[in-house]
């Protein structure tokens, strides 16, 4: 009725208009409660426009999202195809592909205007975390349950070296592919601040002077303010939840798999490509491969020969 989405009649309600589900067709909808008959038509005619053109907006893009993902994994499946007929010795093992992004790379000296506004906000969540009695004045639902997610990941994967070791491994080649979106405020939260706080027994100064000392001079441009060629100029401790639970889909699938059977019977070719976690789907038609690694009998990667990035269209 609002937008062009295909409608069922409810045969139970049939006196009840027909209307999709979307949030703003529905929204739309109740208003005409809170209008005159004509005002609302002509609100009606301009929303219902404005609807119209969101929802294709959203279509083309759920189809180039789709376009670029076929348009890497065909690419990948090149390169496995490669892969496979030059290896060796499979012992009858498939290969597996995991796909991971790159962290940004050029360098620059921290500009004045990032550190003070760095500063400001990590003033700010200190301040709001100094204004209450209990911690858990700060927290609510998504705030609890990102915690008991981390503490849950935590648990798995220090129980187990095997994940640490490829979360290290995946992680260190990727250089922080998720990181670029941390800018200014790095995920600190008054939540992150006052655990410290109640913790370590710190108060709000010295809390302030040590994010400030750990500033690096020299920061990624493009990323976060705390993210240096080496990894995060914090120690973990002092980083929000968001930052330690996270994991990109592609290294979640990769662990997922590690731990099923099938890693046993699967070979591991990383292929890594230029965009980081944030972008990938700004690229017109895909992102391009920067390298390739096979994993070898002693689980370490091996990078595979560069002529694989000239040329994988059209493998010999
Ligand atoms: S979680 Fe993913 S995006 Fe982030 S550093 Fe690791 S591999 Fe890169
Ligand atoms: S604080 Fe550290 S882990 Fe978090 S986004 Fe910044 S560099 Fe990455």
Redo the contacts with the bound molecule.
């Keep these: 009725m609002v937008c062009d989405s295909p409608l069922i009649q409810n045969p139970i309600k049939p006196d009840v208009p027909k209307i999709c589900n979307h949030v703003q067709c529905q929204a739309l909808y109740k208003q005409r409660l809170d209008m005159s008959p004509a005002l609302y038509k002509q609100h009606f005619q301009r929303q219902q426009q404005y609807i119209i053109q969101k929802k294709f907006a959203e279509i083309e893009k759920q189809k180039h999202i789709e376009r670029v993902k076929h348009a890497e994994f065909d690419e990948n499946e090149i390169i496995k195809k490669w892969a496979e007929d030059r290896l060796s010795s499979r012992n009858g093992r498939s290969i597996k592909v995991t796909q991971?992004?790159t962290?940004l790379e050029a360098l620059k000296p921290l500009e004045a205007e990032r550190i003070n506004e760095y500063l400001q906000h990590v003033q700010s969540v200190i301040e709001r975390a100094c204004e209450v009695e209990d911690i858990s004045e700060l927290l609510d639902d998504q705030l609890l349950a990102t915690h008991q997610s981390l503490l849950l990941q935590d648990a798995r994967i220090n129980s187990n070296p095997m994940l640490e070791a490829e979360?290290e491994k995946?992680?260190g080649?990727?250089?922080?592919?998720?990181?670029a979106a941390g800018g200014n405020h790095a995920y600190i939260h008054a939540v992150t601040v006052r655990r410290l706080m109640d913790g370590l027994s710190v108060n709000a100064g010295e809390l302030l002077d040590f994010y400030q000392q750990h500033l690096p001079q020299f920061s990624i441009v493009g990323s976060c303010i705390n993210q240096t060629p080496t990894g995060c100029s914090l120690p973990r401790q002092y980083r929000s939840d968001v930052c330690n639970l996270?994991?990109?889909e592609?290294?979640e699938e990769h662990l997922a798999w590690k731990e099923s059977d099938q890693a046993h019977s699967e070979i591991n070719l990383v292929v890594q490509r230029g965009n980081?976690?944030w972008n990938r789907f700004e690229a017109v038609e895909k992102n391009p491969v920067t390298c390739a690694y096979l994993e070898n009998d002693e689980g370490e990667l091996m990078q595979l020969a560069p002529e694989i990035l000239l040329m994988p269209d059209q493998p010999d």
């Design positions: 991971i992004p962290g979360v995946l992680c080649l990727c250089r922080g592919g998720c990181c996270y994991l990109c592609e290294l980081t976690n």
